[in-house]
């Protein structure tokens, strides 16, 4: 059982990201183009050129990022581990760990990410939690319930569309619940 992000997933996960950044090069584009014209009204600096310059190092940087984020998420693996990729990778014994089904809108959901990578519907890496804790967290869209695992003293928080399950699983597994 896993869930894990493909290309595709994280492309449209930054979808909003590559249409802002190229609304913003278009209209630098236009402005820096309009302001290189001399007294011939003809271009200095050719607006295609300008376009591709500012391109380029951006479709480069999105493609890092995308790369980095491809096969984030968890497993759950034959041997009774738990796997977490989110910025880290962190490999923990299920039978050690406490695990709670959470509210997103309660104390352990996280809102202030200290190293990762994040968008509206990706963030991965360390955040401090609304209860000001410290975790490793996956957010994959958006999801009503969030699974909080404590292991070894370290927090870990993982969201998204039917995180229900692995909440079950981990139970089913020789996971203990967290006590209130």
Known sequence: ????????DIFKAQLPVLLITFLIIGLLTAIVGTATK?????????????????SLPSILLLSVLVLTQVNSG???ESNGQL????YATRTIKIDNIKVELSDSRGQWYPVHRKHGYGTNDL???WFTLRNGIEALAFLHLA???IVHIIADGQHYIL????VECLYSELLNRGASVMPR
């Not at 001399?38 to 500012?54: C, S, V």
């Not at 796997?83 to 989110?86: L, R």
């Not at 969201?159 to 039917?162: F, T």
């Open 38 to 54: 001399n007294e011939d009204h003809k271009y200095l600096l050719k607006p295609k050129w300008i376009f591709a310059g500012l």
């Open 159 to 162: 969201a998204h569309p039917g």
């Open 74 to 76: 968890w497993t759950l």
């Open 1 to 8: 059982m896993s869930y894990q992000l493909g290309y595709l």
């Open 123 to 125: 963030a991965t890496g």
């Open 143 to 145: 999801s009503p319930q």
């Open 83 to 86: 796997q977490i990729k989110a």
